[in-house]
């Protein structure tokens, strides 16, 4: 059984930071892709930021400059850190990893962090 965990969401005004972190634990015998999204009231859950594997990133336009993901493969862990919040950053924030397992491949969510930016 595979569980995503994250933490690191709260309250942060304007041009403030955060760091998310999302510990994976369980039967996992590879991991190829870990990555976060959001969601954001009224609207569907869209990538923020993966990264593979290998090391190769991808960020949404919105976030770039502004995010960075990074990840610690043999901790099975991955983070987000974001700076220059701005209002339309707040969302729920989901950690997503790819991973293979005993059973087979599995795509793994979290269960969320909120992440409110607001003065």
């Given at each position: 059984?595979?569980q995503?965990?994250?933490s690191?969401?709260?309250l942060?005004?304007?041009?403030?930071?955060l760091?998310?972190?999302?510990a994976?634990?369980g039967?996992?015998l590879?991991?190829?892709?870990?990555?976060w999204?959001?969601?954001?009231?009224?609207k569907r859950?869209?990538l923020?930021a993966?990264?593979?594997?290998d090391?190769?990133?991808?960020?949404?336009?919105?976030?770039k400059?502004r995010f960075?993901?990074?990840r610690?493969?043999?901790k099975?862990?991955v983070?987000?850190?974001?700076?220059?919040l701005k209002p339309?950053?707040?969302?729920?924030?989901?950690?997503?990893?790819?991973?293979?397992?005993?059973?087979?491949?599995?795509?793994?969510?979290g269960q969320g962090?909120?992440?409110t930016?607001s003065s």
């Open positions: 059984q595979v995503l965990v994250e690191g969401g709260g942060v005004q304007p041009g403030g930071s760091r998310l972190s999302c994976a634990s039967s996992i590879k991991i190829y892709l870990m990555g999204f959001r969601q954001a009231p009224g859950r869209e923020v993966t990264i593979t594997s090391g190769n990133f991808n960020y949404a336009d919105s976030v400059g960075t993901i990074s610690d493969l043999a099975k862990m983070y987000l850190q974001m700076n220059s339309e950053d707040t969302a729920v924030y989901y950690c997503n990893v790819d991973l293979l397992e005993r059973t087979g491949v599995l795509n793994s969510w962090t909120q992440v930016v």
